[in-house]
């Protein structure tokens, strides 16, 4: 006789996870995700820039001018063998603060994230599980968080806060919430009647443990691309907060920042704009590769 697998343990849904992410893991899986040229590049530039995140103190050639040093004797002076990307219209280094703001956007997109997730997924969850009042309630809010253009909401969230860093986080983990909500709630209505949920609902198992240890482990792959993908688009929204003001505060080393104070001397000196677009750049492609390479892979294309 076949043996069920034991519900009250997770043993069918952890089995599969296990199989996923030995599938994930292993050479096989690691040759595939490798075949995808863009991915491949994306993850390096991605092991870079965390690289600069972690290493910056050591690395940056003038650790006074990441805050509010002042060097009259040579502002916006164009890159050199001295100064590589230049220097800013108060004289500081600009390759320097660009180093010094990975930290602050690649820590932004992974807080917003985070709290994306922690929040939105277990809502949609409900929502989707339970139905009813429960659902139409949830689903009523997140159409209301839908209705209103992320930077706007955003915008206005971080201008009634006050402008800082910490409250742009805080606005954009109010804002994106509902973007994982709608995905978990659509993946529950869609696994909540699958044969192994019955099975498990069918031998006691707790409500608890089959969102948990039933449904959300097979819904991990979509819940992973979706945070690769939206992790560039949070970034690049944090910076627009803060290029318009309302985000970071000066003389902090952010990008978004550093773009809309050098902005006021174009064009003749282009290279305290350039240089931290280019970041902001670099870091949204690299995410958005990652996130399409996860995506192949998981559709085992």
């Not at 969230?157 to 983990?173: D, H, Q």
Request: hydrophobic share 55%; charged share 15%; net charge negative.
């Amino acid at each position: 006789m076949t043996r069920l697998p034991d519900a009250s343990r997770g043993e069918g849904t952890i089995a599969a996870l296990d199989s996923e992410l030995s599938e994930v893991l292993s050479f096989g899986g690691l040759r595939r995700f490798l075949r995808n040229k863009p991915a491949v590049f994306g993850s390096l530039c991605l092991l870079i820039l965390c690289f600069v995140m972690m290493a910056w103190p050591w690395l940056v050639p003038y650790p006074d001018d990441i805050a509010d040093a002042v060097n009259f004797d040579r502002m916006l002076e164009p890159p050199s063998s001295e100064f590589l990307f230049g220097t800013d219209e108060a004289g500081r280094d600009i390759l320097s603060r660009v180093m010094a703001g990975t930290g602050m956007s690649l820590g932004l997109g992974l807080v917003v994230i985070a709290v994306a997730v922690v929040i939105g997924v277990p809502l949609g969850m409900v929502a989707g599980y339970y139905g009813g009042a429960v659902e139409r309630v949830i689903m009523r809010v997140v159409d209301v968080f839908s209705s209103v253009p992320a930077l706007v909401l955003a915008l206005a969230i971080s201008v009634l806060l006050g402008p800082s860093l910490v409250n742009a986080m805080i606005a954009l983990s109010i804002v994106w919430w509902r973007v994982f909500a709608r995905i978990a709630h659509g993946q529950t209505l869609s696994l909540k009647n699958e044969a192994y949920v019955n099975i498990a609902r069918q031998m006691g198992a707790s409500d608890r443990h089959i969102l948990f240890r039933e449904i959300l482990p097979n819904m991990a792959s979509s819940i992973l691309v979706t945070a690769s993908l939206d992790a560039g688009a949070v970034i690049l929204i944090g910076t627009s907060i803060s290029f318009l003001g309302a985000g970071a505060n000066p003389p902090a080393a952010e990008w978004g920042l550093m773009v809309a104070s050098g902005r006021n001397y174009l064009p003749g000196a282009w290279w305290p704009s350039l240089f931290p677009g280019l970041a902001i750049f670099v870091t949204v492609m690299s995410l958005n590769m990652i996130g399409d390479g996860l995506r192949d892979f998981f559709a085992g294309e």
